[in-house]
């Protein structure tokens, strides 16, 4: 049972171009929601989170944005770069919960 | 480099056979979480130790089982070994239990452990 979705399997996107990935869930007790981005041959590596008492969360050019009503969030890379060219999953997890749940990520393409 | 070590990188098996997964988490990191990743599959939890107790299990299967050991380093222990086993099996750890939220919490993967069982 997948209660984190991530709907597009891959994506691409022209260099200085905003990316837009987004990941939908379905567990209503998740409260902190987390963006791993992973290289081939690499462990998924810390992007950035956000906690549900939030709706945005910024750190350059990476944001995440999350809509509680609509159990949706997205993350937004501006400007996208050739090196953000990778998988990104979408996490999330309850507060008395150790486990990542994890979407089954999306392929980002960025092209020069 | 994320700190978080595991061994074998590669590991190439036949059916009913059993293997040992290796990991030797960040320094100072209490916590190990063991994660599988098949084929269109997102990664799946599997097992968690803290400070060498058995903290929370995921989607384990029985043929499965893990421990951590005094010097914190943990061992994934696969037996009866299926083609559908094969898969990349991740290791993970952070300071703290986990949950929530802050950099105690935030689990630092390894490279992974590629499996093929033939």
Not at chain 1, 63 to 68: A, I, R
Not at chain 2, 20 to 47: A, E, H, K
């Amino acid at each position: 049972d997948q209660q984190v979705k991530q709907n597009s399997p891959s994506l691409s996107v022209q260099e200085g171009r905003i990316s837009i990935l987004n990941c939908d869930y379905t567990n209503s007790m998740f409260d902190y929601f987390l963006w791993y981005k992973k290289y081939p041959a690499e462990g998924p590596t810390f992007l950035i989170s956000i906690s549900s008492i939030k709706d945005k969360n910024e750190d350059g050019r990476f944001t995440v944005f999350l809509n509680k009503s609509a159990k949706h969030l997205s993350l937004h890379i501006v400007p996208s770069q050739p090196g953000d060219s990778a998988v990104y999953f979408c996490a999330a997890n309850q507060n008395s919960g150790y486990a990542l749940n994890f979407g089954k990520g999306t392929s980002l393409l960025v092209t020069p | 480099d994320s700190g978080v070590t595991q061994t074998p990188k590669h590991l190439i098996t036949a059916t009913g056979q059993r293997v040992t997964l290796r990991c030797s988490p960040r320094s100072g990191d209490l916590s190990v979480y063991w994660y599988q990743q098949s084929l269109d599959q997102g990664l799946q939890f599997l097992i968690q130790y803290y400070n060498g107790e058995e903290r929370a299990k995921g989607n384990i299967l029985e043929r499965f089982s893990a421990q951590q050991f005094p010097d914190l380093h943990s061992e994934l222990n696969l037996s009866s070994l299926e083609l559908g086993d094969s898969a990349l099996y991740f290791c993970a750890s952070s300071v703290a239990l986990g949950g929530g939220g802050g950099s105690y919490n935030e689990q630092f993967f390894g490279p992974g452990t590629r499996l093929t069982v033939l």
